[in-house]
């Protein structure tokens, strides 16, 4: 696992209106992902908003109908954890090439907070839980406000 060479991206979200779109699957590294999202969100002073889907296939979906309402950047958070089958590839496929679509398609930033791992331990260890040992959903929050100060 990295993590060297991440960057500082405190960013101010004043006057930003940020929406999270949140995958259900996997309840505790979800609930670490969402809560390193919003807190960094919610240290930035934008205005936040939670929508929650079924799973990771759904986000595009999510992300484009809350670029659509006027959001100023989209934070996509979901995890897929490999199996036996080939359901992990269309997933993981699906999510990347949908939430990019959204992004160039819109203008607005996505931060891709998705985690795709071969196990549980490889996905708790990136949530942003106290013995984690990276939090992607601050990254992806953080990346999200950073774009979309760049392109203003």
């Given at each position: 696992m990295s993590g060297e060479g991440a960057p500082d991206l405190n960013t101010d979200g004043a006057g930003l209106r940020i929406v999270v779109v949140a995958a259900s699957?996997?309840?505790?590294?979800?609930?670490?992902?969402?809560g390193g999202a919003l807190q960094a969100l919610d240290r930035s002073g934008a205005a936040v908003e939670l929508i929650r889907v079924p799973g990771s296939f759904e986000l595009p979906v999510a992300a484009a109908r809350a670029a659509a309402s006027g959001a100023d950047a989209v934070v996509a958070l979901g995890v897929v954890i490999r199996g036996g089958?080939?359901?992990?590839?269309?997933?993981?496929?699906?999510?990347?090439?949908?939430?990019?679509?959204?992004?160039?398609?819109?203008?607005?930033?996505?931060?891709?907070?998705?985690?795709?791992?071969?196990?549980?331990?490889?996905?708790?260890?990136?949530?942003?839980?106290?013995?984690?040992?990276?939090?992607?959903?601050?990254?992806?929050?953080?990346?999200?406000?950073?774009?979309?100060?760049?392109?203003t």
């Open positions: 699957w996997h309840t505790t590294v979800m609930d670490g992902l969402i089958t080939p359901h992990f590839e269309y997933v993981c496929q699906a999510a990347t090439v949908g939430l990019t679509e959204v992004s160039l398609r819109t203008g607005v930033p996505v931060g891709f907070g998705v985690l795709t791992c071969d196990n549980e331990q490889q996905a708790l260890d990136r949530a942003g839980l106290p013995d984690s040992k990276e939090d992607k959903g601050r990254e992806a929050a953080e990346a999200a406000l950073a774009t979309v100060r760049a392109l």
